[in-house]
């Protein structure tokens, strides 16, 4: 059999619920537009989800891998790379070490940013929570692990709905950098 013909469709998703299951629900919706394969095309979507200062962005890839379903790949451009130079999905455990950093500057900008994700994390408007930044404020790094951290808290209720969702992250977050105030 010959190899299935690829069809990428690139989309944009601009999030407006504050609520987890009104956001999850925002994403499915989304998902539920898909087109299906067939035996000779499979088709992919690239969801664009934010764009960051720089102009880089932060887009989800369906289907993952793993192609259970409902996953999905994060991806944020001009952050991680492959060896032969394309855009490398970050772990969380990538963009710990960057918090660790940010909020070892000071003890006032150890609280803000921490503030900061504690709010990302009860489902805030994150362009508000930018917004509000002081000691953050126009720090692409802030805005970048902030952004990130915010698709991964979905990406934890998407996948562990039922289970712990985006606790299970905020417990180790929490784990290396100390309890979100």
């Not at 035996?39 to 932060?58: C, F, P, Q």
């Not at 790094?141 to 990406?155: G, Y």
Request: aromatic share 10%; net charge positive; charged share 30%.
């Amino acid at each position: 059999m010959n190899a299935k013909m690829e069809n990428l469709t690139r989309l944009l998703i601009t999030t407006k619920s504050t609520e987890r299951a009104a956001l999850r629900a925002e994403i499915f919706q989304h998902w539920l537009n898909e087109k299906p394969g067939t035996l000779t095309a499979r088709n992919t979507y690239r969801y664009d989800v934010e764009t960051l200062s720089d102009g880089s962005r932060i887009y989800l890839l369906r289907p993952a891998r793993l192609n259970k379903g409902a996953d999905f790949v994060i991806v944020c451009e001009r952050f991680l790379k492959f060896k032969k130079g394309k855009d490398r999905p970050p772990k969380f455990d990538d963009i710990i070490p960057e918090i660790k950093e940010l909020v070892s500057v000071s003890e006032a900008h150890r609280h803000e940013f921490l503030t900061a994700l504690r709010r990302i994390w009860e489902c805030e408007d994150s362009r508000q929570v930018l917004a509000d930044l002081k000691y953050f404020k126009g720090n692409f790094r802030a805005e970048r692990a902030l952004l990130l951290a915010k698709w991964f808290f979905i990406e934890q209720d998407v996948t562990y709905w039922t289970d712990s969702g985006r606790h299970m992250l905020r417990a180790a977050i929490e784990d290396q950098v100390g309890k979100l105030p």
